[in-house]
């Protein structure tokens, strides 16, 4: 089966920079994703890594590292909207497509 | 236009009713899900369609069935409702890229099920 594994909850104070981690156990690998989602909301979509490395997006970057099936989220310049669920997300075959998502982490930005 | 839409966005039915929840994509995508996301907010995969086909059904009770008559539709219907169905349901679309897998999902507003 599949598994991923976030912290469930992170506090940072606005402006500082936070980073949410994610570990992963899956056969078929594709690729990881992160996806943001407000109370109330649907989930959207930030980044998504398929190779070793760091991808940037703005205030957003996001890190894979296939060989230690471990990935992150790096938020910089916290902004009081930036308060919501991450998730991280796994492509994976093993059965078909399937985007397996992770536990989720509630991150707080505070004054 | 709203890439995916499903609807109704509000359900409230009393347990043992049978219910229908609509989703549409129009973006082309060959893949389509259903998530269910509980009160802990954890988005639980149902199902999963490649082109109408049925791919994953991930342990799924079989009063939940899954029907896409199209590769830009795909419903759900729930048959006699628990108290534990309560939840919310997501759609999503994804295109599938050789090699890379589903790189990047769009969901639907959600149906917010409650059965009382």
């Known amino acids: 089966g599949q598994s991923l594994e976030q912290p469930s909850e992170v506090t940072a104070v606005e402006g500082a920079i936070v980073q949410i981690n994610c570990t992963y156990q899956t056969s078929g690998f594709y690729g990881l994703s992160w996806y943001q989602q407000h109370d109330g909301g649907a989930p959207t979509f930030l980044s998504y890594?398929?190779?070793?490395g760091l991808e940037e997006t703005g205030r957003f970057s996001s890190f894979l590292s296939r060989s230690d099936s471990y990935g992150y989220l790096l938020l910089q310049e916290l902004q009081m909207k930036d308060s919501a669920s991450y998730f991280c997300?796994?492509?994976?075959?093993?059965?078909?497509?399937?985007?397996?998502f992770g536990t989720g982490t509630q991150l707080k930005v505070e004054l | 236009d709203t890439a995916v839409s499903q609807t109704p966005k509000y359900l409230v039915t009393q347990m043992g009713n049978d219910k229908s929840i609509k989703c549409e994509q129009n973006?082309?995508?060959?893949?389509m899900y259903w998530y269910k996301q509980d009160s802990k907010k954890f988005l639980k995969i149902m199902f999963s369609?490649?082109?109408?086909?049925?791919?994953i059904n991930e342990t799924v009770p079989n009063r939940f069935s899954p029907k896409s008559p199209d590769k830009a539709h795909l419903n759900l219907h729930i048959n006699s409702l628990e108290l534990g169905d309560s939840a919310v349901y997501f759609c999503?679309?994804?295109?599938?890229?050789?090699?890379?897998?589903?790189?990047?999902?769009?969901f639907g507003q959600g149906t917010r099920l409650t059965v009382v």
């Open positions: 997300a796994v492509s994976a075959t093993g059965g078909g497509n399937k985007l397996t």
């Open positions: 973006l082309g995508h060959d893949t």
């Open positions: 999503a679309s994804s295109q599938f890229l050789p090699g890379q897998g589903n790189t990047e999902a769009f």
């Open positions: 890594n398929g190779l070793d």
């Open positions: 369609y490649n082109n109408k086909e049925l791919i």
